[in-house]
């Protein structure tokens, strides 16, 4: 009886083992003909796994959406707040008060006096006659005002209205070169108002701060990125590692088998890319609606947006989605990559 029973389990395992080989056989034939269905299975269990864990791929994706997020605002509040302070910089000009009744020809050789220097972009001038008809065009709206200006008192605003020169400049932090030569030069010294100093220092406050927070912004938007990526490689490792605990009998069945390294790998990196692409479509379209709720709001405070506008209003808002998609597919497939290679070196 003990020797039927042997005879029995021998057969069996002998069976099993005979079976093995077959299907090692049929899997190495397929492997190199059929590399199509070999991809299209990968796939379908990848996405079957997504959906078996459904509740850790979601915590997953939701941690790595937050990060592309945080990239994104990094990204644009380093544009934006850099593209307000040259905006600045455009707009700025250096106002140098001349003596009241400077000559036109007068303002002319300043005019070539200052243009020598290599930093001036433009020069305008403006004589105390022009200077009045400016104010009374800024005030034409006050019935008080206009009033009171007869003859008498426009002569008399006149000569003591300064004439001015306004120049425009590529560096505004580099001004020393301009400032001596109003300071030296015998022909600006002999004109230029010495009651009302130029405007060198007009509006450089405000371009400095908003320098130091396009500074902030970015520094701290790469940090806080940073912590997040690592937040979402830590949850997709933990994700996959679990995906591979509950599914360990079916891994060794397949290795049994025959199966290589990559088809075992496969499913898993799979699975973290579609979180990685989930993501990517949740964080573009969060991220594009976001910015274009808030954009009207930070135009009314002068903040140039134009830049990031003119991308998500056009057909870059496509790439946009796609960049987004390819750094979740990245992520997701690193995170996987990392926790399977860790588990087939045990085996």
Known sequence: MAKTEDTSEKEKNK???SAAKKGLKVMRKSKSKHPVRKGARIVKYGSSGFVRNIWLSSAATVVMAFTLIILFATVVASVILTNTADMMREKIDITIYLKPNTSEQR???LTDVISEDSNIKSVETSTSEEEYEKFV???ADSEDIINVLDDEMKALMISKMQATMRVKVYDVDNLDSIKEIVETNSLFKKYV???KAPTYDVNQVEIATITSWA????TGGIILAIIFLIVSVLIIFSTIRMAIFSRREEIYMMKLVGADKGFIRGPFLVE???CGIVAGVVAATASYFFFMF????LSNYGINVNTITEILESNKLILMYLVFMGIGIIVGRLSAWLAISKYLRKM
């Open 193 to 195: 108002d010495p009651e």
């Open 15 to 17: 069976n099993l083992k």
């Open 215 to 218: 500074r902030i912004a970015r």
């Open 294 to 297: 808030l954009s009207p709001k």
């Open 272 to 274: 973290a890319e579609i």
């Open 107 to 109: 303002l002319g050789e």
């Open 137 to 139: 065009a800024e005030n």
